[in-house]
């Protein structure tokens, strides 16, 4: 089940965040989000545990993915296609028509993902990621 996430909702979502990204958000960065009108988030959950989740911005009638992460005990199963999808969904509920986000040049499974969404390479950002320091492609969705 994808649902819009509730604040009880942050601790599994910064638990997640922290395994797959050691320069995670800080727990009161995601409590910020929360807060933000502009910011929504998802949760993907099985039988009441938190599997995935992802964090959107809006602004206008652009929408800029934040970040989307599956728990890695759970990669290979289609969660991280299944969150896309509803955020695409939940986007444009909410007024977005195109969407945007920064992705590691390295991290090619993401980068087929978005590809099979219909994200275009739009650019790239030198020096975007810390830890290791890494390029970032910027990819873009002009409609859905």
């Known amino acids: 089940m994808i649902a819009e996430a509730k604040p009880r909702d942050i601790d599994e979502i910064h638990r997640i ?3 797959v990204d050691k320069n995670a958000w ?16 998802l949760v993907l959950k099985q039988e009441n545990k938190t599997l995935g989740f992802a964090a959107v911005m809006l602004a206008l009638d652009e929408a800029e993915l934040l970040y989307i992460a599956v728990d890695p005990h759970f990669y290979g199963r289609g969660f991280g296609k299944s969150l896309l999808a509803a ?8 007024g977005a ?3 945007y986000l920064e992705v590691r040049l390295s991290n090619h499974a993401a ?3 978005y590809e099979n969404f219909g994200f275009k390479k739009s650019a790239s ?12 492609l ?7």
């Open 26 to 41: 800080g727990r009161q960065t995601l409590e910020d989000a929360f807060e933000n009108e502009n910011c929504f988030f």
């Open 138 to 144: 910027v990819m873009v969705l002009t409609s859905f």
């Open 17 to 19: 965040f922290k395994l």
């Open 87 to 94: 955020v695409l969904g939940r986007a444009k509920e909410k």
């Open 97 to 99: 028509s195109s969407m």
């Open 125 to 136: 950002r030198r020096g975007y990621y810390q830890n290791p320091s890494e390029d970032a």
């Open 111 to 113: 980068v087929s993902l």
